[in-house]
């Protein structure tokens, strides 16, 4: 089943518009609707705000809001009507990320921001990429805060571990997968042994990938304590890769709603679209 309701979501950093532009070429290859969300930030309406801020500074700062989203609907109303595809413009006010999450749920597919830790512009917040990772059900597209990205999803490459948000990535990317020109299957330091991963992990998700008509490679790979992430960017970087989708990697059972240091690692220094999913 492909995606057919996209939502994007939308703020006034630099990189909103390379992820409007990832959004309409998801758009076109799904033939999905694609909505752009853009959450205004109010002032926190609580009993001490006007004491604390004055209300003329309270007024000021909403006003602000409302008015730094106007280039960002430009920006998508502008590249929506030039690419020909079904698009919505939706802006609400409230709390971020509450909201993004809220609207995302209704949809197939989420795509944001990366955290950008140099910025806070108006329509981001800090936590929405992790929190949308891990607390949203739907597969999110992290897109990084510099570059730009012609192809997305040609060539793929998963970073498969025998966990439940591993396997939930690869079958919420199977759209993806199904499209893409090339796909590698990535199994860095897999685990031995009776409760292990297998003889070969990566060859056993081939062989699965199959089943739904897509051929892949498989690729084991051997990573020093604390050089995981670079291992995985180098890999990617090889193979030429245009998308990543990776599970979220919690510590422990115990803890699975704290991030694990990989996801934490590729949420920071991320070099291209991470599809993730838990």
Known sequence: MDYKDILVHLDSSPSCPARIDVGISFARAFGARLTGLYVVGLAPMHQYA????????????????????????????????????????????????????????????????????????????????????LDVGRPVIIVPHTGTFPTVGEKIMILWKTSRGAARAV???????????????????????????????????????SRHGITATARIAKAERGTMGKTMRDIAADFGADMIVMGAFGRARWREMILGGMTRNMLATMPLPILMSR
């Open 50 to 133: 006007e004491a604390d801020l004055g209300p003329e500074l309270v007024e000021a700062h909403d006003k602000y809001m409302r008015e730094a989203s106007h280039e960002a609907e430009r920006l998508f109303t502008e590249r929506t009507r030039n690419a020909g595809v079904a698009a919505e413009w939706r802006q609400v006010e409230g709390a971020l990320p509450d909201l993004v999450m809220l609207h995302a749920r209704f949809a197939d597919l989420v795509i944001a921001g990366q955290r950008n830790p140099e910025r806070l512009d108006p329509g981001t917040a800090p936590e929405l990429p992790e929190q949308l990772v």
């Open 171 to 209: 079958n919420d990317a199977l759209p993806f997968l199904a499209k893409a020109k090339e796909v590698c299957v990535v199994a860095i330091n897999p685990e031995a042994g009776i409760s292990g991963q297998g003889d070969n992990p990566a060859a056993d998700v081939v062989t699965h990938l």
